[in-house]
């Protein structure tokens, strides 16, 4: 696992990895898109406890 740890860490420290982190905080900044995750969430869980299902 310290692999797969020491690989998001370079990741994270490269030149790539620093425009994806900035991209996901202005994302998650975004009170439309947080309202998206909130819809979505929402619709996991509901499948998941099975109230989102059809009968069939």
């Not at 860490?9 to 998650?28: L, V, Y």
């Not at 900044?29 to 996991?44: F, G, M, T």
Request: proline share 5%.
């Amino acid at each position: 696992m310290a692999s797969l740890f020491n690989k998001i860490a370079r990741f994270a420290n490269s030149p790539q990895g620093k425009r994806a982190i900035r991209q996901a905080q202005q994302f998650a900044n975004d009170p439309r898109r947080r309202a998206q995750a909130k819809s979505a969430i929402a619709k996991l869980k509901a499948r998941v406890s099975g109230h989102g299902r059809r009968p069939y």
